[in-house]
């Protein structure tokens, strides 16, 4: 996996991913930034975040389950004192489908944390990861 970041001005700086998408990153005003872009540990846990769910979904569609929709949200704590790293991190998951158990919902949020999500089993050597989930039945 490759990547590149190249400073813009300020605390704006530009990643581009090795297959070749691009993000802005900026800083709040206090530190220099114009706050145009994503913080870098934002990007960090939204990484998370679209790596778990990625998961739930696949799993639940391997499992032939009709999955319609899956909304993870996030809520993280942080180190008082450099380097600042994650310390908590509440991943609450919205799966909604046709027919889908709390049992396979269950199944696939287990098998994500404890399996195949790289970076929530990265981020879990410093923090601690809980996750809770609904299922809403679609329409």
Known sequence: MKGAVKWVG???FVAESGSGHAVVV???PDGGGRNLGVRPMELVLLGMGACTAYDVVHILRKARQDVRGCRVELDAERAESPPQ?????????????KGITPAQAERAVQLSAEKYCSASIMLGKTAAITHDFVVEEAV
């Open 85 to 97: 790293v994650f310390t908590k991190i509440h991943v609450h998951f919205i799966i909604t489908g």
């Open 10 to 12: 300020d605390a704006m």
């Open 26 to 28: 900026d800083g709040p």
